[in-house]
């Protein structure tokens, strides 16, 4: 399919697909299970981590040089994480990278129980564990499709997950740092990805649909690449998200935590970062229940509100407003990202979706390290974080009307993909409920 643009469908969707429940399919329980499992585990790595590194007698900036060798193999590989998922299947990518990530965080609590921990150590296990998550994520997206008929309902279930997850797993590897050990965490963070391996191997009786046959890795690349530039409204969102990445998500988390604190206190921080979170699980409660007839319109305009997030420190609000805007920013995130993910699921063909959805991640996430890098080299040559925060807010605003201006994007109705999808659920959820 290459259609660039589907208008919005005249009526709205039946009552029997608005009902269907996810929850009625056993695949999607599995997935859901699987998926909660491995988003707990990555919320608690980055505490982890920290911990290990530093507690090993590296210093602050150790951590960066980690977290660069786990987070470098994503954006490097993660295209021909598409490209594979869509040759051997999502579900055997990713029950693989599960089991490689397993291995990993096995090594690191090997490793943190022995003692005496080398920095490159802990860099080629990091780094490893990255290049199984490139070759995870690209499955993703291609999977909700095949295991729930109501796409949206089941995107928004997995947005749920994912900000509990956020909240719950850095207290929780806190929790086993400070009473057991770092190398206990990450053995539990190992145990998740085993779990996340051993639910998801079930749905390798999935229906799949495989486009290319043995053609090369660069072929099917190429193919990915079509599909992706073949859709307006598709690149033009990534291309926007991209300015967006680089100017409003990096500078946000480093120089708004550091505001944050700097005005109300460690502890006001946590709150705040908690009331972003709850904003995030309503957001995909929303995105459970409101169903608009153009979903990218929706979704940009809810988040116009995450605008507000850099604002509030950078203009010194009180706690009461900055938590509140923390809720709606986090809910504005929410919303878009279960329209953009259902969006991007119902009109990009499923045999090629997963490589589409890769260069949905490396176009989204790329820019994002470098802008986190410049925050603070910005700050100082402008003369304040708040100044770059303020910055932050305007092109947030920016970036989403040149969003909504967009006609392709602008005109994205409901309309799914031409392909049987209902055929593949069929022919999976018998052999797995």
Do not use: K
Not at 19 to 33: A, D, M, V
Not at 275 to 301: C, K, Q
Request: net charge neutral; with cysteine; charged share 10%.
């Amino acid at each position: 399919m290459t259609t660039d643009d589907t208008p919005a469908p005249p009526g709205p969707e039946p009552a029997a697909q608005r009902s269907e429940s996810p929850w009625r399919s056993g695949p999607f329980r599995l997935f859901f299970t699987a998926r909660s499992a491995s988003l707990l585990a990555d919320g608690m790595l980055m505490v982890s981590l920290t911990t290990a590194v530093l507690g090993s007698g590296h210093g602050a900036g150790a951590v960066g040089y980690a977290l660069a060798a786990w987070m470098a193999p994503i954006a490097l590989l993660v295209l021909f994480g598409g490209v594979l998922a869509d040759r051997f299947t999502p579900q055997v990518m990713m029950v693989g990278a599960d089991l490689v990530r397993m291995l990993a965080m096995l090594g690191m609590a090997a490793l943190l129980g022995a003692g005496d921990v080398r920095l490159w150590q802990i860099m080629a296990l990091m780094a490893l564990s990255g290049a199984a998550t490139a070759m995870f994520q690209p499955g993703v997206a291609s999977i909700v499709p095949r295991v729930a008929r109501d796409i949206q309902r089941a995107n928004a279930l997995l947005r749920v997950s994912e900000a509990m997850s956020a909240l719950i797993g850095p207290g929780l590897a806190g929790l086993l740092v400070a009473y057991w050990d770092v190398a206990g965490s990450y053995a539990v963070i190992a145990a998740a990805y085993g779990l996340s391996a051993l639910v998801l191997a079930p749905l390798r009786r999935l229906a799949v649909e495989r486009e290319g046959g043995d053609d090369p890795v660069w072929r099917r690349l190429v193919a990915g690449w079509h599909e992706f530039r073949s859709r307006s409204w598709l690149w033009g969102v990534i291309v926007l998200w991209a300015v967006y990445g680089l100017f409003v998500f990096g500078p946000a988390i480093p120089l708004g935590a550091a505001l944050i604190t700097e005005q109300h206190g460690a502890t006001g921080y946590g709150w705040i970062a908690s009331a972003d979170g709850a904003g995030t699980i309503v957001g995909g409660l929303l995105g459970m229940r409101v169903r608009p007839r153009r979903p990218l319109v929706a979704g940009a305009s809810a988040m116009f509100f995450f605008a507000l997030n850099p604002l509030a420190p950078a203009l010194g609000w009180s706690f009461t407003a900055t938590a509140l805007t923390g809720v709606l920013a986090g809910c504005g995130f929410a919303f878009w990202g279960v329209m953009w993910a259902t969006s991007v699921q119902s009109h990009i063909p499923l045999a090629v979706l997963s490589r589409v959805y890769a260069y949905d991640v490396a176009g989204s996430i790329m820019v994002i390290p470098l802008g986190r890098a410049l925050a603070g080299p910005a700050a100082e040559a402008v003369g304040g974080a708040d100044r770059v925060l303020v910055f932050s807010s305007a092109v947030s605003v920016v970036c989403l009307a040149a969003m909504l201006c967009v006609p392709a994007i602008r005109r994205l109705g409901r309309a799914p993909a031409p392909q049987d999808r209902d055929t593949a659920d069929e022919g999976a959820a018998p052999a797995l409920s």
